[in-house]
């Protein structure tokens, strides 16, 4: 396992409605990445948060927002959800200073927007 | 064009049956290179890295051509629990990991 944790592991949501997920990272890593993976296609880059600072940012329009923590933990917020939401989110630690790209994932979460 | 393009799926191969995917990315800015597998409704792992000098890992064997913008990967004698999606993966810039959209693998008996 990786030691990145993730809750919940499912959600279920209606259009409109605002969606918070979490995110704790693997012990030693200060970066945390958020993808999202719909159904048939491989994970999309939302952004990246280091050290409480976004560190680049995917085509993702502004209602998808995030934080970060002083502990490296952290949170994705999805506001007036749509339809297209409904994917599993993951989340990913790693250590920028390190200069490693290597990027660990967490089990995600299943979105689901009725 | 996707930044990253692989093999369209799924393959269906028996037990021990050597089994090769390609994937071409189209950013020559890019510097860092990975498959990784994903089973279902599960989270991607990282399988192995790529390197210009090629590297394998028991049965698995990447390859990686800068000039062509080309990555392989060649699973040999293949079992069961190799079924799974194979992701092409680059990073640029050390931020964003770009996926391709995956090829599924099943490996049968």
């Known amino acids: 396992e990786t030691g990145v944790t993730q809750s919940p592991t499912h959600l279920i949501k209606t259009r409109g409605q605002q969606v918070t997920l979490r995110c704790s990272s693997q012990s030693g890593h200060n970066t945390v990445s958020w993808y999202q993976q719909a159904l048939g296609q491989g994970p999309q880059f939302i952004f990246q948060?280091?050290?409480?600072?976004?560190?680049g940012r995917g085509n993702f329009p502004p209602r998808f927002s995030g934080l970060q923590f002083p502990n490296y933990s952290s949170e994705l917020n999805v506001n007036a959800l749509e339809l297209d939401d409904s994917a599993l989110y993951l989340c990913?630690?790693?250590?920028?200073?390190?200069?490693?790209?290597?990027?660990?994932f967490g089990p995600g979460t299943r979105l689901t927007v009725l | 064009r996707k930044e990253v393009e692989q093999d369209p799926g799924p393959f269906n191969v028996p037990e021990g049956a050597t089994v090769a995917f390609n994937c071409t990315y189209s950013n020559s800015a890019s510097q860092s290179f990975f498959w990784y597998r994903q089973d279902c409704r599960k989270e991607p792992k990282l399988l192995m890295s790529?390197?210009?000098s090629g590297n394998e890992d028991g049965r698995f064997t990447a390859q990686l051509n800068r000039a062509s913008q080309y990555i392989s990967l060649l699973i040999r004698d293949s079992k069961l629990s190799d079924s799974a999606t194979y992701l092409c993966v680059v990073n640029q810039a050390g931020t964003a990991l770009i996926f391709g959209k995956g090829t599924t693998l099943s490996v049968s008996s």
């Open positions: 790529v390197y210009s």
């Open positions: 990913a630690s790693s250590t920028w200073d390190r200069g490693s790209n290597e990027q660990f």
């Open positions: 948060y280091y050290r409480e600072e976004e560190n």
